[in-house]
């Protein structure tokens, strides 16, 4: 989130859509609820299906499933058409204004330099114009042919309601109304805030979809100012968490890039991610990037970190490839080329698309690693479960292992949650039997993996004998420790540019600011700096006070980046330094004091007078916000309309139709083998969706008692229309195939869920609840990824669980007695 | 004589020995009569703040354990609630939160080491020492015979991709730094957290 959960009370507008707050977010939403009664405010629903968010709203639209970018896109054509942008933000806060590289095209759905046996594109063209001076060049007219108002203008004039709705099946008038609701807040004084959470971005768009709405919500002013943003709610406790300290395969801790293979040097590695200003004066955070590296080099390893060998840089592992990601680690997998696997909390046979698939890649492990609190599907892959796991365990020649992991309320340490506050949380019990926290796992193999290459050699052993472990147990390391290690601390003395001593050696650092680039101080994780200072742990702090009534609460628990509570918020002032409006004020700038100050803590240097003309985007080296998205996207500079990779409409892509090229993401990849495995719409005509419902969380709550009991049995939601024609009613049971497989249950039909028409085609919509499995006290159930396609998107590899083609048929076999 | 005693005030007032009966003979009733049921039930727990392990909302738990505090004397988790000092959740827990008590008592919860041999259709318990010594002795087999330390363009790249690592986003930042320091400093590429689905 780019603001925070009780800030929502602040908005005046609200739009979910992608998500449904109000069930999977329950308590988050009080503050939707909180808005409406106390500030007014207006919610709108944008969803395929009337959801349990939706039946509480002002306002609800229907959209068939993966089509979002067109129905943001038609409201940026809507909002440039009738001049409700918010003009001064624009032009200051935002790219609208400068100029774009003559070279850069869009064409027939294609952007310039595309490579179709690449499915990839060149890139180059995509920046900026710049002068003799090496700064960007501006058209403060906006007027500019190659300006980027004028080309975002150009790229979405297609995008008119008849077009929008045409694809989108969502009614001309409702989508106006919605649109209308939304330019409402271009006005200084009114803010929209977006909620959107798996349902924007399971698709093969789905970054591009998060990425029309922060265009929409730049052009409306709307991002750094209380009660706006563009929030994404987050899953799991401390997905947040895990995402910044880069727990995945092309990053490092605090969203450095990790290196890729032909980045053969340390400096080749620092040039490409040391971002300075591009436009005068501005901030461009990321140009201390040599700083946040080598505090992490010295925390990963030591004393042997030095300037002479590179801070170690050889030690890290080069990717060959972009991404490593989940498809393709199953995809190679399946081809035999995986022999081990580890799965940390992690239920992948229920959690990868296409089951079947995952099935039989996990079978051809050697070894599989599940360590857990709970038992998972995925460790017990080789079980069979009669048809909900027809496998043949005496074929399956995995050794599996299962290791007892501690619960929340046995373990201590720090989640952070979607609001990116760290809360520190306390060990209430010991775990059940022999279970030990996640952390004395890793503690306890790691030392036994070290122990066996200290006496036997082996690869590369240096990384594994030299990393920084001066735990005082070292098979139990502790969370405090830890903690203070992520946070960093000074190895010698720092002082700032007028030779002041701000920092002892030996002293925890009180933040980024003090990061050096010369080896004297060591971090984990930069953007955690802070967390836990000489003043102690900071995720513990516990104070709710509110001092300004607006719900800023800087004692409670510790926020990243440096305790900052709304993200870009210089954004929430005007050029001068005051704020848009009273009720929207949150900093400004006291000339008296020569300072920002006010509720929340300045994301921006706390003395930089708004004379100096620095700009609230201080993470961009031009120091706004991106309208066009440059070379940060595989996609494109701007986002586009293209169909599921499983797509309902025979014309393909409305937009550009008959042309297959572009049909769906072309630089979105597939493996040949689930290009295979796709259904087209003539065999499967039904468009369907996976949710979540609110009793649930995922496939560990059917292991709990409580949960198992008030929502016991596994169902598929279908709406009145295709019930009365496949003669099937509530309670009947039905059979829903994909290319992929199928599952069984019973039908729930309701008029949530309804028929859209999509190119003047009706097209009826099903709804898949996944929280049932073949372990756990509910019901066994079909693991609902036995239907879902195996394919991401072209940005971030996440699976396309939103949007994919279905066939439901009545289920006349007998499901009596023990099923 | 009046003073505002809140509900979990009078509870730690309770707790700390101090008779209901004569606490209401002298005014300071609380607010809620419930309370005396509440404290009865609660009376002698220790209170541990805590998170619930669910969503992204990160809704304030306290967490209700039982058994005196001295050395090899288990806490027994009895009762889960909202905390009401929780700016974000005040008090408050959906129907997940609210079975929190039923997934820590799960009869499905992990108690020992185990492993299901090749072929085999069951669980073998196995002892922790056993485990790590199997399990880092797979490791280091697989990572000896498949590290690459040069790749086909000729770049060095010391990486390791025939295992891979799914990380826990319901564990903590400390479990996350250090699993990300050691898949890392193995070479491993094939490393993933829910965040990717
Ligand atoms: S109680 Fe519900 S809303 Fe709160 S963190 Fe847990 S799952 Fe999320």
Redesign the pocket.
């Given at each position: 989130m780019t603001n925070h959960w009780v800030d929502i009370r602040n908005a005046d507008v609200i739009l979910v859509m992608g998500g449904n707050a109000a069930e999977?977010?329950?308590?988050?939403?009080r503050w939707v609820t909180e808005a409406k009664e106390h500030n007014n405010a207006t919610l709108m629903v944008v969803d395929p299906r009337f959801t349990r968010t939706a039946s509480v709203a002002d306002y609800y639209a229907p959209i068939r499933t993966g089509t979002d970018i067109t129905f943001l896109g038609g409201l940026i054509k809507y909002l440039i058409d009738n001049d409700r942008i918010q003009r001064e933000y624009v032009l200051n806060y935002t790219d609208a204004a400068l100029l774009v590289d003559e070279a850069f095209g869009f064409e027939d759905g294609l952007f310039d330099g595309y490579d179709e046996s690449r499915r990839s594109y060149a890139k180059e063209n995509w920046r900026y114009q710049t002068g003799a001076d090496g700064f960007v060049l501006r058209d403060d007219t906006l007027r500019h042919p190659r300006c980027v108002f004028q080309l975002m203008r150009a790229h979405y004039d297609a995008y008119t309601p008849e077009m929008v709705s045409s694809i989108c099946g969502t009614p001309v008038d409702r989508m106006l109304h919605v649109w209308e609701q939304m330019a409402s807040t271009a006005t200084e004084d009114r803010t929209l805030t977006i909620l959107y959470a798996l349902g924007w971005t399971q698709h093969s768009i789905g970054a591009q979809i998060i990425r029309t709405a922060g265009m929409v919500q730049l052009l409306l002013g709307n991002i750094g100012l209380p009660g706006g943003g563009v929030n994404a709610l987050r899953g799991h406790?401390n997905i947040q968490g895990l995402t910044d300290l880069g727990l995945l395969s092309n990053q490092l801790p605090g969203y450095i890039a990790a290196p890729a293979a032909t980045e053969q040097s340390l400096a080749s590695f620092l040039d490409a991610r040391r971002k300075m200003p591009t436009v005068a004066d501005q901030v461009s955070y990321w140009q201390h990037m040599d700083a946040f590296f080598i505090s992490l080099m010295k925390a990963w390893y030591g004393e042997r970190a030095q300037a002479d060998n590179d801070w170690c840089y050889g030690w890290l592992p080069k990717l060959t490839q972009p991404l490593y990601d989940v498809l393709d680690t199953f995809e190679r997998m399946s081809r035999g080329e995986i022999y081990g696997y580890f799965c940390q909390g992690f239920n992948p046979l229920a959690a990868i698309p296409d089951k079947n698939k995952v099935s039989k890649a996990l079978a051809k492990l050697k070894y599989l690693v599940s360590i857990d609190p709970l038992n998972t599907e995925t460790a017990e892959f080789w079980r069979n479960a009669g048809e909900f796991n027809d496998v043949d365990p005496s074929e399956i020649q995995t050794e599996v292992f299962r290791l007892p992991a501690n619960s929340f309320a046995e373990d201590e340490g720090s989640i952070v949650?979607s609001a990116r506050w760290l809360q520190w949380h306390y060990v209430a019990a010991d775990g059940p039997g022999e279970s030990m926290p996640d952390t004395h796992i890793i503690g306890a193999l790691f030392h036994r993996v070290r122990e066996l290459y200290a006496r036997e050699g082996g690869a590369f052993p240096d990384p594994i004998l030299n990393l920084a472990w001066d735990y005082k147990q070292p098979e139990r390391p502790e969370a405090d420790e830890i903690a203070r290690e992520f946070n960093g601390r000074a190895l010698a003395d720092i002082r700032d540019p007028n030779g002041v001593l701000v920092r002892r050696a030996g002293e925890q650092l009180s933040g980024f600011a003090e990061l050096r680039d010369d080896g004297s101080t060591l971090s984990g994780c930069w953007v955690f700096a802070g967390a836990w200072t000489e003043q102690g742990n900071q995720m513990a702090n516990r104070d709710n006070s509110d001092p300004y009534g607006n719900g800023q609460t800087l004692g409670w628990a510790w926020a990243w980046p440096a305790n900052r509570r709304i993200l870009y918020n210089r954004a929430a002032a005007r050029p001068d330094g005051t704020p848009w409006a009273p009720r929207k004020a949150l900093i400004w700038w006291n000339e008296a004091q020569s300072r920002w100050v006010g509720a929340d803590v300045p994301d921006f240097p706390a003395n930089s007078p708004p004379a100096l003309g620095q700009m609230p985007f201080i993470m961009n080296p031009e120091g706004v916000g991106h309208l066009f998205a440059g070379q940060s996207m595989n996609d494109g500079p701007f986002p586009t309309h293209y169909e599921p990779f499983e797509s309902p409409v025979p014309e393909g892509n409305l937009l550009f139709p008959r042309k297959e090229k572009v049909k769906n993401n072309p630089a979105a990849r597939i493996f040949d083998a689930d290009r295979a495995m796709l259904g087209d719409w003539q065999e499967f005509p039904h468009a369907a969706t996976t949710y979540r419902l609110?009793e649930h969380?995922h496939y560990w709550t059917k292991h709990s008692h409580l949960n198992a009991v008030v929502q016991p049995e596994q169902f598929v939601e279908i709406g009145e229309a295709l019930g009365n024609e496949l003669g099937i009613r509530a309670g009947d049971w039905v059979k829903v195939s994909s290319r992929r497989g199928y599952i069984r249950a019973v039908a729930v039909v309701t008029k949530r869920i309804r028929a859209i028409t999509v190119g003047g085609r009706i097209v009826h919509q099903v709804g898949i609840p996944i929280h049932w499995g073949f372990l756990g006290q509910a019901r066994k159930g079909f693991l609902a990824n036995t239907l879902t396609p195996s394919v991401g998107d072209a940005n971030t590899q996440t699976p396309e669980y939103k949007s994919f083609l279905v066939k439901v048929e009545k289920d006349d076999a007998d499901h009596g007695g023990e099923r | 004589m009046s003073i505002r005693v809140t509900r979990r005030g009078f509870f730690k007032l309770g707790a700390a020995g101090v008779a209901s009966s004569s606490m209401a003979m002298m005014g300071f009733a609380p607010e809620a009569a419930a309370a005396s049921v509440r404290q009865f039930k609660l009376t002698h727990t220790r209170e541990t703040r805590n998170?619930?392990?669910?969503?992204?909302?990160?809704?304030g738990?306290l967490i209700y354990s039982r058994g005196d505090a001295a050395k090899n004397a288990h806490q027994q988790i009895i009762h889960i609630e909202?905390d009401p000092d929780h700016p974000?959740?005040r008090g408050?827990?959906?129907?997940?939160?609210?079975g929190?008590l039923d997934y820590v008592k799960s009869p499905s919860r992990l108690r020992f080491p185990e492993v299901r041999e090749p072929g085999t259709s069951e669980w073998k318990r196995i002892s922790w020492d056993e485990a790590l010594t199997r399990i880092a002795r797979h490791i280091k087999t697989d990572r000896d015979a498949n590290f690459v330390t040069t790749d086909e363009q000729g770049n060095t790249v010391n990486h390791w991709a025939t295992t891979g690592f799914l990380a826990a986003s319901a564990s903590s930042n400390e479990s996350g730094y250090l699993t990300h320091k050691v898949v890392r400093s193995l070479g491993m590429v094939a490393f993933d957290n829910q965040a990717r689905v």
């Open positions: 999977a977010h329950p308590v988050g939403f406790s949650n609110t969380f | 998170i619930c392990t669910y969503c992204s909302v990160g809704c738990v909202g974000v959740s408050a827990l959906c129907p997940k939160g609210a929190l």
